[in-house]
C-alpha cells in the first residue's frame, strides 16, 4: 500500500498538468512521476501494469487505489480536501461539472488536439481536420463572452473549472489559435496563472 499520492504525467500534456497543479494548490503531500508519451513510457509492462490504457494522467492514491482521466483526478482530490475548488454552493458545484464536462467535449479536443500535432507532432495544417479550428475558436469565444462579465468562470474565485480550462487555453497559441484576439480569456490566464503561482507561459 502506498502512502503517498503519486501522478504519473507528462508535463507537455495540460491534462496530466491540470492534476498536479490541483495538488499544488491544495497542499497535497504528493510525488510527481513524469512519464514522455512521445518516447513510448506510457507504453512500458511497468506502467500497463499500473494503467492497463496506458494513459496519463494516471494517480495512485495513498490507499494504493488507482484512479485515471484528469478531470475525474482532479475532483477526487478536491473533494478529499473539503471541496473548496467547488465554488460556494450546489449550483456553483453544478456549474463547475458543467465546464468540466464542456471542457473534455467542445474544447480540448480541438484546442489541444491541433497543439499536439503541430507543435509536438510537426504535422501540416493539410493534416489536420479542418473543423478543428473553428471548433477550437467556438470554444475560445464562448469563454470570451463569460470572462468578459466575470474575473473567474465560476462564482468569485479559483474553482477546477478555471484549472481545468486554463491548461490547454494558455498554450492555444502553440496550435494555431490566437488569443489576441480574446482580451478577457489573456485577462484571465493570467489571474489564474497567479492564482496557482504558475510562471506566465510568455515568460517560460
Not at 485515471?68 to 467547488?86: D, M, P
Not at 460556494?88 to 480540448?108: G, I, P, T
Request: contains cysteine; hydrophobic residues 40%; charged residues 25%.
Amino acid at each position: 500500500m502506498s502512502e503517498e499520492l503519486k501522478l504519473y504525467g507528462d508535463p507537455i500534456s495540460g491534462n496530466c498538468l491540470k492534476t498536479k497543479w490541483t495538488a499544488d494548490y491544495l497542499g497535497l503531500n504528493y510525488e510527481w512521476i513524469p512519464l514522455e508519451i512521445l518516447t513510448g513510457a506510457t507504453r512500458t509492462d511497468e506502467f500497463l501494469k499500473i494503467n492497463p490504457f496506458g494513459q496519463v494522467p494516471t494517480a495512485v492514491l495513498p490507499d494504493g487505489s488507482v484512479l485515471t482521466q484528469s478531470n475525474a483526478i482532479a475532483v477526487n482530490l478536491a473533494e478529499a480536501s473539503g471541496g473548496e475548488l467547488f465554488g460556494a454552493d450546489d449550483y456553483e458545484r453544478a456549474q463547475v461539472f458543467q465546464w468540466l464536462f464542456w471542457e473534455q467535449n467542445s474544447h480540448e479536443p480541438y484546442i489541444a488536439g491541433r497543439r499536439f500535432r503541430l507543435a509536438y507532432k510537426k504535422q501540416p495544417e493539410t493534416e489536420i481536420d479542418v473543423e478543428w479550428l473553428p471548433r477550437g475558436h467556438a470554444a475560445l469565444e464562448r469563454m470570451e463572452g463569460v470572462l468578459t462579465e466575470n474575473d473567474f468562470l465560476v462564482g468569485n474565485g479559483l474553482t477546477l473549472a478555471d484549472i481545468s480550462l486554463v491548461a490547454y487555453t494558455r498554450v492555444a497559441g502553440e496550435g494555431g489559435f490566437d488569443l489576441g484576439k480574446y482580451p478577457a480569456i489573456r485577462a484571465w490566464i493570467g489571474r489564474v496563472e497567479k492564482t496557482l503561482d504558475l510562471q506566465p507561459i510568455g515568460d517560460a
